[in-house]
Nanobody
Framework: QVQLVESGGGLAQAGGSLRLSCAAS????????MAWFHQAPGKERELVAE????????KYADSVKGRFTISRDNAKNTVYLQMNSLKPEDTAVYYC?????????????????WGQGTQVTVSS
């Protein structure tokens, strides 16, 4: 089992940057595929970015491609989300999530470990 704690959220201006961090507890962090989701008020939680357990493969939602970068440091039990060229529509609560489902068959519903979320607000 893994416990996740996000940090790094806050207020940014449009065009600015923020970096989110997700610290994981547990000795088996390196075996989990990791992801960032976001949820805006009144909307469903959406998958933003994923990274495989070994860190060599990533996927992104079309809305963030070229602007956001997911990465991980297994030695530090941490996954990151670098967010550049922020837009007001990026405003949401951002959640870190983990899954043990093999990468090749991983779906968004397989993420079963969640952090508490961190608020990101982008002003225009």
């Amino acid at each position: 089992q893994v416990q996740l704690v996000e940090s790094g959220g806050g207020l940014a201006q449009a065009g600015g940057s923020l970096r989110l961090s997700c610290a994981a507890s547990g000795r088996t962090f390196s075996t989990y595929n990791m992801a960032w989701f976001h949820q805006a008020p009144g909307k469903e939680r959406e998958l933003v970015a994923e990274i495989s357990w070994i860190g060599g493969t990533t996927k992104y939602a079309d809305s963030v491609k070229g602007r956001f970068t997911i990465s991980r440091d297994n030695a530090k039990n941490t996954v990151y989300l670098q967010m550049n060229s922020l837009k007001p529509e990026d405003t949401a609560v951002y959640y870190c999530a983990a899954a043990t489902t093999p990468w090749g068959s991983l779906g968004r519903k397989d993420y079963n470990y969640w952090g508490q979320g961190t608020q990101v607000t982008v002003s225009s």
